[in-house]
């Protein structure tokens, strides 16, 4: 079929795009890392020019996928310039060597791949201005914009949806839990299986390009998510208190939903139940 590079190998998107393209047939894939480089994956700093064009050089891909980026709000507003480093100038980086749901203010949902973006945070404007960095370097590139993401993770943080989980199994403690911001979580697994078809419409259809989106079909917020950790644990829940307001910090959407047809009118996607995959996700997490 081709080859394919994938940075942020390590990451929890990043892992299931390895899965994904590994276990596909006629895939040759190659994984960058850098803080968590190890094993098959070469460790390459996405902010050096010269060795992401040396790795992509010799390694010569057909399709590149870009995952690696600072993917938390509150942390942005804090690190601006970190942030524009990696979101924006390794984006740069990697489209010149071979392009997420907050670019939208979340006012009009669903929101088309036309509909003109208008982030409300620092780390909205950050992937923002990836895009546009992506797509003017590689005009013939593809932007696939995602929700907030869960899948199988290292650790009980590494996703914004399973982190709710420690507060879910803390009984004893009341947690106030947002439901206000109304969001589609969606599994990386879905995420990794949309790129790997999308990558293989790419190389039968060169002129396939631009912005496309993938999400779950739930609308949920984070209480809603947490009550559905518990229930599916058989946990008690009434020491989650649902809070109406909008959540504190960077300011968020209200709802983020993406219209998904431009990939569904090709074939494209598939979605898994939240209940049955957060239960799978979390089982090895839960408390005995």
Not at 15 to 43: H, P
Not at 51 to 63: H, L, M, S
Request: glycine fraction near 8%; aromatic fraction near 6%.
């Amino acid at each position: 079929m081709g080859r394919v590079l994938i940075t942020g190998a390590s990451g929890l998107l990043g892992r299931a795009l390895m899965q994904e393209f590994q276990g596909a047939a006629g895939w040759e894939v190659l994984g960058l890392a850098y803080s968590r480089a190890g094993g098959s994956l070469k460790k390459v700093d996405l902010r050096d020019q010269a060795a992401v064009r040396e790795t992509v050089q010799e390694f010569k891909p057909n399709i590149l996928i870009h995952s690696a980026a600072q993917r938390r709000p509150d942390v942005v507003e804090k690190d601006e310039e970190a942030t524009s480093a990696l979101n924006v100038e390794a984006t740069r980086t990697v489209a010149q060597a071979a392009r997420t749901d907050y670019v939208f203010d979340g006012k009009s949902p669903p929101h088309k791949v036309t509909d003109p973006p208008n982030p409300l945070n620092k780390y909205g404007i950050s992937k923002l201005a990836g895009e546009k960095v992506a797509l003017e370097v590689a005009k013939d590139g593809a932007v696939l914009r995602v929700p907030i993401l869960y899948g199988p993770v290292e650790a009980i943080d590494e996703s914004a949806v399973t982190v709710l989980f420690g507060a879910v199994q803390n009984t004893e403690k009341t947690a106030k839990m947002s439901d206000y911001e109304r969001r589609y979580p969606t599994h990386v697994d879905d995420i990794a299986a949309v790129c790997r078809q999308l990558a293989e419409k790419r190389l039968q259809d060169p002129s396939l390009h631009g912005v496309f989106h993938w999400s779950g079909d739930e609308e949920m917020t984070k209480y809603t998510m947490s009550i559905a950790m518990a229930e599916v644990f058989s946990l008690p829940s009434s020491h989650l208190v649902p809070d109406k307001e909008p959540s504190g910090g960077a300011p968020r959407p209200y709802n983020a939903q993406l219209d998904v047809s431009r990939l569904t009118d090709l074939g494209i996607g598939k979605t898994r139940p939240f209940r049955e995959s957060i239960k799978e996700v979390l089982q090895p997490f839960l408390k005995k």
